[in-house]
């Protein structure tokens, strides 16, 4: 079956671009969440959604970092006026009762 | 504060031998997950661990959670050049979100 697609694959902005990252998680999975990975680290938590809501956004950097998910399925990052510190692989997930399915990534590059 | 500490960092292997990779955690939990991560590509579960005294087996991977110590170690039996890859363990502290670890990266030599 299908797993959690994220699109682009590749995305380089110019400093102070706005960028969007798109995710679409498994089929019926009711929770959904955002990792950002810096090069040579693990993983970090950005946010968590579940069905529309979204019940934690501790992680998220700045006030120029937005996620959404209006009709519980796919979810949107946007960062704003980027900058070079947000170059990163940003991991979408969805998780149904004990695990949570990563996706590809979308591999972001600010120059 | 919330830590997942894995140890080594670099694991440079012979290939044959076993080897162990260890996760430490800061704060009680019972739910433990390992991944694999290849070079420019996203994590791979391998196992869940959800339970004190939990082991599961794949082929030459072996998983096992102690969450009295709060500690999981992921064994490597027999190394092969296929299991070069950087591991990660995540704890999930609150009953969603993970925290990682640094990640272990595993090279196998002839």
């Known amino acids: 079956g299908a797993g959690v697609s994220q699109s682009p694959r590749y995305k380089v902005a110019k400093r102070g671009q706005d960028v969007a990252l798109r995710c679409d998680p498994i089929s019926g999975h009711v929770s959904l969440f955002w990792y950002q990975q810096a090069l040579g680290q693990g993983p970090e938590f950005l946010t968590y959604?579940?069905?529309?809501?979204?019940?934690?956004k501790s992680g998220l950097p700045s006030d120029r970092f937005f996620a959404e998910r209006p009709e519980g399925s796919v979810s949107t990052l946007k960062i704003q006026r980027t900058q070079q510190e947000d170059s990163a692989v940003y991991l979408c997930a969805s998780s149904s009762v004990d695990e949570q399915y990563f996706g590809p990534g979308t591999r972001l590059t600010v120059t | 504060e919330l830590k997942v500490e894995q140890n080594p960092l670099f694991l440079s292997m012979q290939e044959g031998k076993n080897y162990t990779i260890y996760c430490n955690y800061s704060?009680?939990?019972?739910?433990l997950y390992w991944y694999r991560q290849d070079p420019g590509k996203s994590l791979e579960s391998l196992f869940v661990?959800?339970?004190?005294?939990a082991v599961k087996q794949e082929g030459r991977l072996m998983a096992s959670l102690d969450t009295k110590a709060r500690l999981s170690t992921l064994h490597i039996t027999a190394a092969v050049h296929d299991l070069s890859a950087t591991y990660f363990c995540a704890v999930d502290f609150n009953d969603y979100k993970l925290s990682f670890g640094a990640g272990t990266t595993v090279t196998v030599r002839a």
């Open positions: 661990l959800l339970s004190n005294g």
């Open positions: 959604f579940q069905n529309e809501a979204q019940l934690d």
């Open positions: 704060t009680t939990s019972d739910r």
